[in-house]
């Protein structure tokens, strides 16, 4: 079963960068789309980014297109997703998840698995 573990999470004023870590066990990362997907209070879960198994393709939500960077490490079986530019807005439980799918799938579909998630607060 795979199994996602996030880190980097933390409190961080506007403006400022955060890198959240999602390090994979159980299988291979190399056959999983892996997502970051975030929950605010009183709020949806929302998609944030997804990259693909091979790592080519990656989406972004509108709201932080050029902002944020998705990235793959298949040696170390880890997913990051590199946050700059940071705004009160992007305050979340952010968290990691996959499937062995399609990055398509994966964002029409849903995750098979979940990590436990991470706190962004991102306050001055």
């Known amino acids: 079963q795979l199994q996602l573990v996030e880190s980097g999470g933390g409190l961080v004023q506007p403006g400022g960068s955060l890198r959240l870590s999602c390090a994979v066990s159980?299988?291979?990362?190399?056959?999983?789309?892996i997502g970051w997907f975030r929950q605010a209070p009183w709020k949806e879960r929302e998609g944030v980014s997804c990259i693909s198994r091979r790592g080519v393709s990656t989406y972004y939500v509108e709201s932080v297109k050029g902002r944020f960077t998705i990235s793959r490490d298949f040696a170390k079986n880890t997913v990051y997703l590199q946050m700059n530019s940071l705004k009160p807005e992007d305050t979340a439980v952010y968290y990691c998840a996959g499937a062995e799918t399609t990055l398509s799938n994966l964002r029409e579909v849903g995750p098979d698995y979940w990590g436990q998630g991470t706190q962004v607060t991102v306050a001055s």
């Open positions: 159980g299988f291979t990362l190399y056959y999983y789309a």
